[in-house]
């Protein structure tokens, strides 16, 4: 099973990021797609949230309006699109993947760097 992020970096308050993830080894369209964030001395947060095939989303109060989440089956891939970004937003970006069967499996990736700063 792997989950690489990528996309993320430096990036000016204002400005836009897109993160992606890109998975293999599990069957994808079975697992509800999360990104969370951990910035450096506080607890790891949900940003977004989608559904299987993209039906529902879910987003944390302080990225609704400006952060997207969106996912591609064919592809096993799941995006975050980041607009508006504040410094607030910095942080280790982690996708997780949580099957939808009972037991819940879950798999994390390793994590992105998304630092916004002028």
């Known amino acids: 099973v792997q989950l690489v992020e990528s996309g993320g970096g430096l990036v000016q308050p204002g400005g836009s990021l897109r993160l992606s993830c890109a998975t293999s080894g599990f069957t994808f369209s079975s697992y509800d797609m999360s990104w969370y964030r951990q910035a450096p001395g506080k607890e790891r947060e949900l940003v977004a949230s989608?559904?299987?095939?993209?039906?529902?989303?879910n987003y944390a109060d302080s990225v609704k309006g400006r952060f997207t989440i969106s996912r591609d089956n064919a592809k096993n891939t799941v995006y975050l699109q980041m607009n508006s970004l504040k410094p607030d937003d910095t942080a280790v970006y982690y996708c997780?993947?949580?099957?939808?069967?009972?037991?819940?499996?879950?798999?994390w990736g390793q994590g992105t760097q998304v630092t916004v700063s002028s």
């Open positions: 989608i559904t299987t095939v993209g039906r529902s989303t």
């Open positions: 997780n993947a949580k099957s939808i069967f009972y037991g819940r499996t879950s798999y």
